[in-house]
């Protein structure tokens, strides 16, 4: 079996690649059946996060320890599941008034990545080993693929753990392979997309309301909300 043949084969087991029949006229649905077939599946996406919410709480209980050791949370991810990761963690300083090195979203390819396709970048787990060389005990780092085998998010959550990290993989498949040996596995089973193999619909959907979750609660439980207002609490009132 050649290379690409095994690929083809690896990707036909995952659920965000295959091609659902249930979506197969697509093209053909008027604008308001699209739009509701659109709709229904980002409730899917919802509940498969809801669906997680243990392994979300547990995933941010470590996080919150390592916060308040003065440790970093780290997102990493290539793609969309990176640009998820840079988009979460761009919106923290602003809203909670942190430095912005407390969380940080890093991009397979870098910041070019962000507007352009990188050739590749997500293929390269030693580059993902590099990203993760500076992590230490204090900190936090969530791996986020929506396949789950990304090469480039494998190498840094192993990096990341041999380091002693506190390790979290998020994917859209299950038993992935970047949830092997992490301390927290969170898989948002979404299943296909409306479009096949297009993850930036339901599993990008869901990737950004885990991290919605984890990051907000974890600026509420290190002090950053007062009630339900954006505000540190007097701790010593």
């Given at each position: 079996?050649?290379?690409r043949e095994?690929?083809r ?7 965000t690649?295959?091609?659902?029949p249930?979506?197969?006229?697509l093209d ?10 659109m709709?229904?599946?980002?409730i899917?996406?919802a ?7 243990e392994?979300i709480a547990r995933?941010?209980d ?8 003065g440790g970093?949370?780290v ?12 988009l979460?963690a761009?919106?923290i ?17 870098g910041?070019h990545?962000?507007r ?10 030693e580059?993902?080993?590099v990203?993760?060389s ?16 990304t ?5 840094a959550l192993?990096t ?5 990290a506190f390790?979290v993989s998020?994917?859209?498949?299950r038993d992935?392979?970047?949830?092997h040996?992490?301390?927290v596995?969170?898989?948002v089973?979404v299943g296909?997309?409306?479009v ?5 619909l339901k599993a990008?959907?869901?990737q950004?309301?885990v ?6 609660v974890?600026m509420?439980?290190?002090?950053k909300?007062y009630?339900n207002?954006i505000g ?6």
């Amino acid at each position: 079996m050649s290379d690409r043949e095994e690929l083809r084969s690896t990707l036909e087991t995952l659920s965000t690649e295959r091609v659902d029949p249930a979506f197969a006229d697509l093209d053909l649905l008027s604008t308001l059946d699209q739009v509701a077939l659109m709709t229904e599946q980002g409730i899917v996406a919802a509940q498969a996060v809801a669906a997680e919410r243990e392994s979300i709480a547990r995933a941010i209980d470590g996080i919150v320890a390592r916060l308040h050791r003065g440790g970093r949370l780290v997102y990493i991810g290539a793609g969309t599941a990176g640009r998820m990761g840079v988009l979460d963690a761009s919106e923290i300083p602003p809203t909670f008034g942190t430095d912005p090195s407390l969380v940080v979203g890093v991009l397979a390819g870098g910041e070019h990545a962000l507007r352009n396709a990188v050739e590749n970048a997500e293929d390269d787990p030693e580059a993902g080993a590099v990203a993760a060389s500076e992590l230490g005990p204090d900190d936090a780092i969530i791996g986020i693929s929506a396949s789950g085998r990304t090469p480039y998010v494998a190498g840094a959550l192993r990096t990341a753990r041999d380091r002693g990290a506190f390790t979290v993989s998020l994917a859209c498949n299950r038993d992935s392979e970047i949830s092997h040996g992490v301390d927290v596995a969170i898989e948002v089973v979404v299943g296909p997309e409306v479009v096949a193999g297009s993850t930036r619909l339901k599993a990008g959907t869901a990737q950004k309301l885990v991290l919605n979750a984890i990051s907000t609660v974890a600026m509420v439980q290190s002090g950053k909300v007062y009630g339900n207002l954006i505000g540190r609490r007097a701790v010593d009132q």
